[in-house]
Nanobody, 115 residues
Framework: QVQLVESGGGLVQAGGSLKLSCGAS????????MNWYRQAPGNERELVAG???????NYADSVKGRFTISRDNAKNAAYLEMNSLKPEDTAVYYC?????????WGKGTQVTVSS
């Protein structure tokens, strides 16, 4: 069983920055991969960024060059640094992983970008 807890969301003006954190706990070894998804009202949940234990990253086209995903394997933690935020980045951001064949989600953290 894996528990994922996100933090770091909030209200920010357009052009601002936020850094999200995701901590994983439970009877686990290093989990791989760790992903960030987001879901805006009326929209489907979409993949924002992912990172493997080896550090390979992938990003949605809409956030490339603005967001950076990183992880601390020793802590089973992942981070999403978000810069040059836009109102369209407003959403609930979720941490996600697949561990031993099961998919796990955090409860999410709200990010609101005002124009």
């Amino acid at each position: 069983q894996v528990q994922l807890v996100e933090s770091g969301g909030g209200l920010v003006q357009a052009g601002g920055s936020l850094k999200l954190s995701c901590g994983a706990s439970g009877r686990i070894f290093t989990i791989n991969p760790m992903n960030w998804y987001r879901q805006a009202p009326g929209n489907e949940r979409e993949l924002v960024a992912g990172i493997t234990v080896g550090g390979t990253t992938n990003y949605a086209d809409s956030v490339k060059g603005r967001f950076t995903i990183s992880r601390d394997n020793a802590k089973n933690a992942a981070y999403l640094e978000m810069n040059s935020l836009k109102p369209e980045d407003t959403a609930v951001y979720y941490c996600n992983t697949i561990y031993l064949g099961a998919t796990y989600w955090g409860k999410g953290t709200q990010v609101t970008v005002s124009s």
